[in-house]
Structures are given as structure tokens and as C-alpha cells.
């Protein structure tokens, strides 16, 4: 990873702020304002997919088209990805997927770089 | 602490034992990439213990660094962390007769941990009062928080000493592939991650990847409509 400062302090701390008193008031909504109100149903059941409906999209961009590598697709990061989601399915085991996933990309770019 | 509750803080500890396994090498890379971003060791430390949710740290952090709009930043990190809207309707049956300052501190601790191991005991252990839940919960929250603080401290800290060819750019997609591939375990899931890298790709001419919260809601839709289906079907 290129060192790249975060020089505007103004915006690391908004940042931080911001996404601290927003995440406290997900958590508080019920728990503190909205006490026994029930929510839709169908509403909690959308709710219980946000990791999985944004977390393998905000990754996806940066395995196809790595920022270290120009945009250009990199067959090391792909197939670490690749191994690292078949070895978490499999094992059903993060930090076995995130071991098998690194050895793999070390692996890669030496080999493959 | 009064005697009768110790024990149930105790075994709360125990009970977190495991989880602090994760908890200790993610709260720690944050830390170095954190300070391999330029923010200062209070910087880091401060991001960990104001907002305390792991992946939208992440999220936010990846970013910052690709330089988007600071309300996207904001509102894509958030995204990440709308399920804990559900943990607090699932936690106020059981804590929601607190009084207010507790229920603050309560949902300041409500992590992915603190709702998986406080919600399964509190079904099980249908004759504690709040006492004994409010005990459970500080012996949940005290190992697996502190460890996310003191490795967040150590990452940031020893974090320079990281050799700077080491490919860090990729451990951030490496960590959040590990964390969601364990937990895809129905149809309804799959077809939310998939709806997810798909429709962000699609969209990717969208600017500073807004088309990740489009593709975000869509996931959520086919996730929830799916398995409103397989109900329907088992039902009927």
C-alpha cells in the first residue's frame, strides 16, 4: 500500500464523529427511543442481510480491478479471493479463510509477479 | 458486584474466550493500516473506541483512501453497520427495562458478539432478572471490547515496523472475504452476496461507488424476498 497520509484532520475526525454517533444511534434505536414499538417484519428481515448484501460489494471493485496494480486485473488477488471465500466456506472458519487467503497471495505474487 | 452475580460474569468471560481468537489479529490490522494511512496512534485509537464496529472501520478506511465524498463515506460505513438496528430490537425484550444511562452503555456494547452470545443465553436462562442479564453482558463485553481497544493500541503502535512492500492493500479484501464466507449458510444469503458483487460491479460507473449502496438495498430486497419464498413453501 502506497503511504498515503490522511492529511485533512477535518475530515478523519467528521468521519470518525460521524460515523461513531451514527452507528450509537443504530444501536440505541430500540434499546433507548423506540422501546417496544414493533418494527414490519419484513423490514428485520432485510436488516439481517446487510453483511452480506455490503460487505462482498464493496469488496468486489478492489479484487477485479486492484488500485496496486493500475486497475489491471491481478491473477494473484483474484485467486487469493477465490481461496480465501472457498476455504471460509468450507471450513466455516474466518480465521482459517483469512490464513489460507494470505498464504495464498504471498504465494501468487511471489510466483506469479 | 453482589456474590450471587460474579459467577454469571465469570462464565460470560468464559464464554467470549473464543471469539477473542478474532477479535485480537483484526483489531490489530486496523491499527497498522491505520497509522500506514498517516493517522496518529490517538487517531487510531479513537476511531476504535468511538465507533467499535470492526467492518465499517474497514470500510470507512478503504475510503478514505480511494478519496470519496465524505457523506458517501459516512453513509456507506453506516450501511455496514444497519444490522445492529436488528440487535437492539432483539436485545429490548430482555434490557429494555433499564433505566435510560444503562441502556446507553448497553447499546454503546452492542457488537455482533455481545447480540449472538447475550440473545442464545437469555432464551436459554428464562429465570434471570435483569441483574443477572446485566452480568452476563459486562462479562461478554469486557473481554471481547478491551481486546479490540488494547490490539487496536498494539497494531497501531508496532504497526511501523511492517516492511512497506508487504502487499497491505489486499489484506483489507482478504479479511472481509474470511469474515462473510463462514456465515453464508442458506440460498437467501448467497443470493444476497451474489446480488452484491454483481450489481456494485454493474454500477461501478456510478461516482465515488454509490452504486455499492444501490446494489446494497437490491441485496437486502432478494435476501429478504427469498426467503420469504422458502417459508411460504415449507408452510405450504
Same mark, same amino acid.
Not at chain 1, 440505541?28 to 423490514?43: E, K, Q
Not at chain 2, 500506514?36 to 479513537?46: D, K, L, T
Not at chain 2, 460491479?201 to 449502496?213: I, Q, R, T
Not at chain 2, 432478494?222 to 420469504?228: L, M, Q, S, V
Given at each position: 500500500m502506497p503511504v498515503?497520509?490522511?492529511?485533512?484532520?477535518?475530515? *478523519?475526525?467528521?468521519?470518525?464523529?460521524?460515523?461513531?454517533?451514527?452507528?450509537?444511534?443504530?444501536?440505541?434505536?430500540?434499546?433507548?427511543?423506540?422501546?417496544?414499538?414493533?418494527?414490519?417484519?419484513?423490514?428485520?428481515?432485510?436488516?439481517?442481510?446487510?453483511?452480506?448484501?455490503?460487505i462482498p460489494? *464493496?469488496v468486489a471493485p478492489g479484487v477485479v480491478w486492484p488500485a496496486a496494480t493500475g486497475g489491471e486485473p491481478d491473477p494473484a488477488r483474484l485467486i487469493a479471493a477465490l481461496v480465501t471465500i472457498a476455504v471460509g466456506i468450507w471450513l466455516r472458519s474466518t480465521l482459517a479463510a483469512v490464513g489460507a487467503g494470505v498464504t495464498a497471495l504471498l504465494l501468487g505474487l511471489w510466483g506469479l509477479g | 458486584?453482589?456474590?450471587?452475580?460474579?459467577?454469571?460474569?465469570?462464565?460470560?468471560?468464559?464464554?467470549?474466550?473464543?471469539?477473542?481468537v478474532m477479535?485480537g489479529p483484526f483489531?490489530a490490522l486496523?491499527?497498522v493500516l491505520?497509522?500506514a494511512?498517516?493517522?496518529?496512534?490517538?487517531?487510531?485509537?479513537?476511531?476504535?473506541?468511538?465507533?467499535?464496529?470492526?467492518?465499517?472501520?474497514f470500510?470507512?478506511?478503504q475510503?478514505?483512501?480511494?478519496?470519496?465524498?465524505? #457523506?458517501?463515506?459516512?453513509?456507506?460505513?453506516?450501511?455496514?453497520?444497519?444490522?445492529?438496528?436488528?440487535?437492539?430490537?432483539?436485545?429490548?425484550?430482555?434490557?429494555?427495562?433499564?433505566?435510560?444511562?444503562?441502556?446507553?452503555?448497553?447499546?454503546?456494547?452492542?457488537?455482533?458478539?455481545?447480540?449472538?452470545?447475550?440473545?442464545?443465553?437469555?432464551?436459554?436462562?428464562?429465570?434471570?432478572?435483569?441483574?443477572? /442479564?446485566?452480568?452476563?453482558?459486562?462479562?461478554?463485553?469486557?473481554?471481547?471490547?478491551? #481486546?479490540?481497544?488494547?490490539?487496536?493500541?498494539?497494531g497501531?503502535?508496532?504497526g /511501523?515496523s511492517v516492511p512497506p512492500h508487504w502487499p497491505l492493500d489486499f489484506i483489507v479484501p482478504v479479511s472481509f472475504l474470511a469474515m462473510i464466507s463462514p456465515?453464508l449458510?442458506?440460498?437467501?444469503?448467497?443470493?444476497?452476496?451474489?446480488?452484491?458483487v454483481?450489481?456494485?460491479?454493474? #454500477?461501478?460507473?456510478?461516482?465515488?461507488?454509490?452504486?455499492? #449502496?444501490?446494489?446494497?438495498?437490491?441485496?437486502?430486497?432478494?435476501?429478504?424476498?427469498?426467503?420469504?419464498?422458502?417459508?411460504?413453501?415449507?408452510?405450504?
Amino acid at each position: 500500500m502506497p503511504v498515503e497520509a490522511i492529511a485533512d484532520k477535518t475530515l *478523519l475526525w467528521t468521519v470518525i464523529l460521524g460515523l461513531g454517533a451514527a452507528t450509537f444511534l443504530l444501536r440505541f434505536s430500540f434499546l433507548g427511543l423506540i422501546g417496544n414499538r414493533v418494527l414490519p417484519g419484513f423490514l428485520l428481515k432485510m436488516l439481517r442481510y446487510t453483511p452480506m448484501a455490503m460487505i462482498p460489494g *464493496l469488496v468486489a471493485p478492489g479484487v477485479v480491478w486492484p488500485a496496486a496494480t493500475g486497475g489491471e486485473p491481478d491473477p494473484a488477488r483474484l485467486i487469493a479471493a477465490l481461496v480465501t471465500i472457498a476455504v471460509g466456506i468450507w471450513l466455516r472458519s474466518t480465521l482459517a479463510a483469512v490464513g489460507a487467503g494470505v498464504t495464498a497471495l504471498l504465494l501468487g505474487l511471489w510466483g506469479l509477479g | 458486584m453482589p456474590p450471587s452475580l460474579a459467577p454469571i460474569f465469570r462464565q460470560a468471560v468464559l464464554r467470549a474466550m473464543p471469539f477473542t481468537v478474532m477479535i485480537g489479529p483484526f483489531g490489530a490490522l486496523f491499527g497498522v493500516l491505520a497509522t500506514a494511512q498517516g493517522m496518529s496512534v490517538f487517531e487510531a485509537m479513537a476511531f476504535s473506541v468511538v465507533v467499535i464496529a470492526g467492518a465499517s472501520q474497514f470500510a470507512a478506511l478503504q475510503m478514505m483512501q480511494d478519496g470519496a465524498p465524505i #457523506l458517501l463515506i459516512i453513509l456507506t460505513a453506516t450501511a455496514v453497520n444497519l444490522r445492529m438496528a436488528m440487535y437492539s430490537v432483539a436485545m429490548t425484550p430482555h434490557l429494555g427495562m433499564a433505566p435510560l444511562w444503562q441502556r446507553a452503555v448497553i447499546a454503546y456494547f452492542l457488537v455482533d458478539q455481545s447480540f449472538v452470545l447475550g440473545a442464545s443465553e437469555y432464551e436459554r436462562r428464562t429465570d434471570w432478572g435483569l441483574a443477572e /442479564k446485566l452480568a452476563w453482558y459486562a462479562g461478554i463485553v469486557t473481554p471481547i471490547c478491551g #481486546l479490540w481497544y488494547l490490539a487496536t493500541w498494539l497494531g497501531a503502535t508496532f504497526g /511501523k515496523s511492517v516492511p512497506p512492500h508487504w502487499p497491505l492493500d489486499f489484506i483489507v479484501p482478504v479479511s472481509f472475504l474470511a469474515m462473510i464466507s463462514p456465515i453464508l449458510l442458506t440460498r437467501a444469503q448467497m443470493l444476497a452476496a451474489a446480488v452484491s458483487v454483481g450489481g456494485t460491479l454493474a #454500477l461501478w460507473w456510478m461516482p465515488h461507488s454509490s452504486g455499492l #449502496l444501490v446494489a446494497a438495498l437490491a441485496a437486502m430486497l432478494a435476501g429478504a424476498i427469498w426467503e420469504t419464498r422458502e417459508e411460504a413453501r415449507h408452510a405450504g
